[in-house]
Structures are given as C-alpha cells and as structure tokens.
T-cell receptor
Framework: DAGITQSPRHKVTETGTPVTLRCHQTENHRYMYWYRQDPGHGLRLIHYSYGVKDTDKGEVSDGYSVSRSKTEDFLLTLESATSSQTSVYFC???????????????FGQGTRLTVV | AQTVTQSQPEMSVQEAETVTLSCTYDTSESDYYLFWYKQPPSRQMILVIRQEAYKQQNATENRFSVNFQKAAKSFSLKISDSQLGDAAMYFCASLGGSEKLVFGKGTKLTVNP
C-alpha cells in the first residue's frame, strides 16, 4: 500500500455543477497525476504536479483545474460538469524522496464519476 | 510531443504459451523511461516491468521481458508460460524529463485454459 487515497470513491452529480475530487498521499511523493480512464481511450493525463503550487496540463485538461497547496493533497475540479466527463478518475503519485528508483508510479483505487 | 501507441486492443493466449504485446512511442527527450503496467479487473494498477532508455540491455522480471528497440521507438512485452492470473489490461507508458507520465490505450489480454 503506497499510502494514496482518493475521495469520494463514487459520485453522481448533475450537469453544470462543480465537482472536486481529492487525492491524498502520506508518502511524501513529489509528483502527483490525475488521469481519466474511458473504454477505448486508456489512461489520459488531465493535469499533473511536480511540487507544491507547481502544476502543468496534460492532454485532456479542458474543463478541469487542479490545485496543490500542500504536498499531501492534489485536488481536481470539474468547473461545470458535463456528461462527457463521466469517467473513472485515477490519481497517481511518484518520486518518494530518498528513493533511488523513484520512477514507479503508485495509483489510487479510482473514483467513478457519473454526470447526469 | 510525448505519445504512446498500442495497436492491439485485444490479444489472447493459451495457458502456458507465450504472447507478445506491442508498443511504440515517440518522444523528443534523450533520457526517458518506459513501463508496462497491468490492470486486472480489480482496477488496481501494477507495475510489471521498467526499462531505462540509456540501458541497451532488455529488462526482465521472471516470466516478463521486453524487446526495446530504441531506434525504432518500439517497446514490446513478452509474457512466457502464460498463467490465468495474467489476464488483464496491459498499458505501455513513458516518462520523460518533463515528468509527464503518458500511457497508451491498453491491450486487453485473455488467457484461455
């Protein structure tokens, strides 16, 4: 267990409402990632963070924003949810300080989001 | 741009046989890492094998090995002596100096008894 928790695990929301997903880690990993997984599309990178307050866009960032105000938490916000954002969202962490081989990513259990 | 392409949406193999999953990638970086991850029905992502681009020797982990062709930007995964527990989605991924971790679309592997 790499000490990564996603919340909530399941959520149903209405179109047009804002939604925030949380990724929490207890392992002091520097890098954090948000992905969405959809059939036929694999894992697509939404945003990632390389430190506190340091974030960058992935390939499918439109309609999403992120924040990382402390090492442990990486928040993903859907500013105005749409049905096309119905998906399973995964958080990943990487780069534990002091580890030589810090390339391995550890994943949360996923959040199933349904936008109706 | 950093991209990963898996051209086989689905593959099947008989138990105890060998199967090879294909992956090609594109990157402008000189130093990078390549990975294969496994996702069983539980949805948990598990690292199978890792390859550092500057190492010419192909990585191996027990029954799993890769064929890394740097010039061709190809990174295939070979699973020997396939077992029922190998059935899963397999994702190829690349990590570059930008720290961006990019995945392919995945290959669903079925193992037939």
């Amino acid at each position: 267990d790499a000490g990564i928790t996603q919340s909530p695990r399941h959520k149903v929301t209405e179109t047009g409402t804002p939604v925030t997903l949380r990724c929490h880690q207890t392992e002091n990993h520097r890098y954090m990632y948000w992905y969405r997984q959809d059939p036929g599309h694999g894992l697509r990178l939404i945003h990632y963070s390389y430190g506190v307050k340091d974030t960058d866009k992935g390939e499918v960032s439109d309609g999403y924003s992120v924040s990382r105000s402390k090492t442990e938490d990486f928040l993903l916000t859907l500013e105005s949810a749409t049905s096309s954002q119905t998906s399973v969202y995964f958080c990943a962490i990487r780069g534990q300080q002091g580890k030589e081989l810090n390339t391995e990513a550890f994943f949360g259990q996923g959040t199933r989001l349904t936008v109706v | 741009a950093q991209t990963v392409t898996q051209s086989q949406p689905e593959m099947s193999v008989q138990e105890a046989e060998t199967v090879t999953l294909s992956c090609t990638y594109d990157t402008s970086e000189s130093d990078y890492y390549l990975f294969w991850y496994k996702q069983p029905p539980s949805r948990q992502m598990i690292l199978v094998i890792r390859q550092e681009a500057y190492k010419q020797q192909n990585a191996t982990e027990n029954r799993f090995s890769v064929n890394f062709q740097k010039a061709a930007k190809s990174f295939s995964l070979k699973i020997s002596d396939s077992q029922l527990g190998d059935a899963a989605m397999y994702f190829c991924a690349s990590l570059g100096g930008s720290e961006k971790l990019v995945f392919g679309k995945g290959t669903k592997l079925t193992v037939n008894p």
